[in-house]
């Protein structure tokens, strides 16, 4: 158990849909990064937040958001939704922002997109 | 630009033989690299990383790398395999000297073990 959690484990929605993602940062890390992981695309960063504020941002569809809370939970926004965003999505935290720090990945949301 | 290559999609070994899962790299300045392993079903766990110091880093599960600056390598290693090593592999690299955008991960397509009873 990482430490990270990820609210919820499965989800499956309609095309044009919009959902949300949860994670919770493992106890005293300050960044989170969101990952989409699909077969045909492997692993993807999206984006990420330290400490509320956005330090990276990767992949990330304009249809896509995300925010960091002032108790650093993040959430991942996911809007009118397409067939390809069928996909697991990660969540990862961090202690810093510090280019050596190694991330925490959270067990997954697995969205299914009919 | 800042990249990193799995050149191997698969490998196969036999349980109780050495293994190892090729990482080369490109980055403009020193690279902070990093291996990372996911079971079926499960979130990415870190294996190991090297920052500075000794080329051969040492990590979780009897896992070994060695990081070789000439080659822009760092494969991972073990001396003898496991069949609960049998998961996906993933290097990644971060430039030292980027900075912004360049702070992220760049990340690996994945290299899927196979151990073999």
């Known amino acids: 158990d990482s430490g990270v959690t990820q609210t919820p484990k499965h989800l499956i929605t309609a095309t044009g849909q919009r959902v949300t993602l949860r994670c919770s940062p493992r106890s005293g890390d300050l960044s989170v990064y969101w990952y989409q992981q699909s077969l045909d695309q492997g692993l993807q960063f999206l984006i990420q937040y330290y400490n509320g504020e956005e330090r990276a941002k990767g992949n990330i569809l304009e249809r896509f958001s995300a925010q960091q809370f002032p108790d650093l939970h993040s959430e991942l926004n996911l809007s009118s939704l397409e067939l390809g965003d069928s996909a697991l999505y990660f969540c990862a935290s961090s202690v810093a922002s510090g280019r050596g720090d190694e991330q925490f990945f959270g067990p997954g949301t697995r969205l299914t997109v009919l | 630009a800042q990249s990193v290559a799995q050149p191997e999609d698969q490998v196969n070994v036999a349980e109780g033989n050495p293994l190892t899962v090729k990482c080369t790299y490109s980055v403009s300045g020193n690279p902070y690299l990093f291996w990372y392993v996911q079971y079926p079903n499960r979130g990415l766990q870190f294996l190991l990383k090297y920052i500075t110091g000794d080329n051969l880093v040492k990590g979780s599960y009897g896992f070994e790398a060695e990081f070789n600056k000439s080659q822009t390598s760092f494969h991972l290693k073990k001396p003898s395999a496991l069949v609960s090593d049998s998961a996906l592999y993933f290097c990644?690299?971060?430039?030292?000297?980027?900075?912004?955008?360049?702070?992220?991960?760049?990340w690996g397509l994945g290299t899927s073990l196979a151990v073999n009873p």
């Open positions: 990644a690299v971060r430039d030292l000297t980027g900075a912004g955008n360049n702070r992220k991960l760049i």
